[in-house]
């Protein structure tokens, strides 16, 4: 793949397939090939684990930057080139000020606390595995404080962002 493809790759995602790989194509083997796996980047955990601070170190990314662009280098240069490249693991350790971690995927809202860091899970827009609306999440971020709240779809577009979300977006 050229690097105009690859620049485009993300842009060719239709339907739960990646066009990158068409199924007529590589429908029948074709013979060996192989793939890079890089894993645990760990933006952070170098710089806590030199001070001995892993709760709270975390805050410099700079080696751990430099070893993953020398990575994306080497397997740039490799030739023949691998077929993927996928990225597993941890990828981040620790991010100055980090109060809560949002995700997706379950299909259904959820949560938890650990050690001051929430993590918060929101329900899909699409297919519901649970009793929640088809939403999103509104996310108000300031100096002091995280503060979320999901929507259904119908919610927001009937009523939008309630005022004590809008009130913490204005400048103080």
Known sequence: ?????????????????????????????????????????QFGLMKAWATGDCDDGGDEWGQEIRLTEQAVQVINRLSPRPRFFVLCGD?????????????GHYHRN???TYRNLDMVVSSAIGCQLGSDSH????????????VHRYY???ELS???????????MKEK
Do not use: C, N
């Open 110 to 112: 959820a949560g938890g």
């Open 1 to 41: 793949m050229s690097a105009a493809e690859a620049g485009g790759v993300f842009h060719r995602a239709r339907g739960r397939t990646l066009d990158a790989f068409p199924a007529a194509k590589e429908r029948e083997w074709k013979g060996p090939f192989y793939f890079i796996q890089g894993a645990d980047p």
């Open 91 to 103: 990828l981040v350790h620790a991010m100055p000020g980090v109060t809560a971690v949002f995700s």
């Open 152 to 154: 259904s779809l119908e």
């Open 158 to 168: 009937k009523t939008g962002i309630e005022d004590d979300l809008m009130d913490l």
């Open 135 to 146: 939403g999103l999440r509104v996310v108000v971020v300031t100096a002091e404080k995280v």
